[in-house]
């Protein structure tokens, strides 16, 4: 039982590039989160997705996609990566979508480094 | 959406007890209480969940008064592995307006000292 897993754990990019960073969990749950914290700071939610087939944007969505591929994966594209980008991406999942997603215990993963130049 | 206020900072000696407060004076009806820590180089870690009284479980304990505008975790007789950045995070209900956020906020660095 992985948990929550991440592909890569290292990336660093010239701006203007494309990549697709991964995200795995083997526990069954139903909702899945993508987050990046910057230096010094906290993490912000970029998307969500409550369940299969469903998105929904987070506070700082611009300049990502993301594609919930099925139950156990979930995973945050960065069509024209720029510097402003630079940050470290956290992946975490949960059990229900109930909608009341903060009684709701995530588990992370543990990240990528994206450095973009 | 309830936000919160935590110290940036605290520093604490080997073996002592530590109490961090949060602030959360728009905390709605339905809102739990969760506090997360993080470790460098790593994502955040669920420590201890609650709405309102006492929760207790075996690492931290989670004070919420009656009117529950603020809480406080207690870690009790810390160790050096104990230093870390504690989030203290208060929910707010899925709109279903398509958009929800999830706030982490900056949390309090906790350093231990031996």
């Known amino acids: 039982n992985a948990g929550v897993t991440q592909t890569p754990k290292f990336q660093v990019l010239k701006t203007g590039q494309s990549m697709t960073l991964q995200c795995a969990q083997d526990m069954n749950h139903n909702s899945m989160y993508w987050y990046r914290q910057d230096p010094g700071m906290g993490l912000r939610l970029i998307y969500y997705?409550?369940?299969?087939?469903?998105?929904d944007k987070g506070e700082v969505p611009n300049g990502y996609n993301v594609s919930r591929l099925n139950k156990r994966e979930f995973s945050l594209r960065l069509e024209s990566a720029a510097p402003s980008q630079t940050s470290v991406y956290f992946c975490?999942?949960?059990?229900?979508?109930?909608?009341?997603?903060?009684?709701?215990?995530?588990?992370f993963g543990p990240g990528t480094r994206l450095t973009v130049l | 959406l309830a936000k919160t206020t935590q110290p940036i900072s605290m520093d604490s000696y080997e073996g002592q007890e530590v109490n961090i407060t949060c602030s959360h004076n728009?905390?709605?009806?339905?809102?739990?209480i969760t506090w997360y820590q993080q470790f460098p180089s790593q994502g955040p870690r669920f420590i201890i969940q609650g709405y309102k009284t006492k929760v207790t479980n075996e690492v931290a304990s989670l004070f919420i008064p009656a009117d529950r505008k603020s809480s406080t975790l207690s870690l009790p007789r810390v160790s050096l592995s104990d230093t870390a950045v504690y989030y203290c995070?208060?929910?707010?209900?899925?709109?279903?307006?398509?958009?929800?956020?999830?706030?982490f906020g900056k949390g309090t660095k906790l350093s231990v000292i031996p």
């Open positions: 997705s409550a369940s299969e087939g469903t998105t």
């Open positions: 728009n905390i709605a009806t339905n809102d739990y």
């Open positions: 975490a999942s949960s059990e229900t979508n109930t909608g009341t997603f903060i009684a709701d215990t995530q588990y």
């Open positions: 995070l208060v929910g707010d209900s899925y709109s279903g307006a398509g958009s929800y956020q999830l706030t």
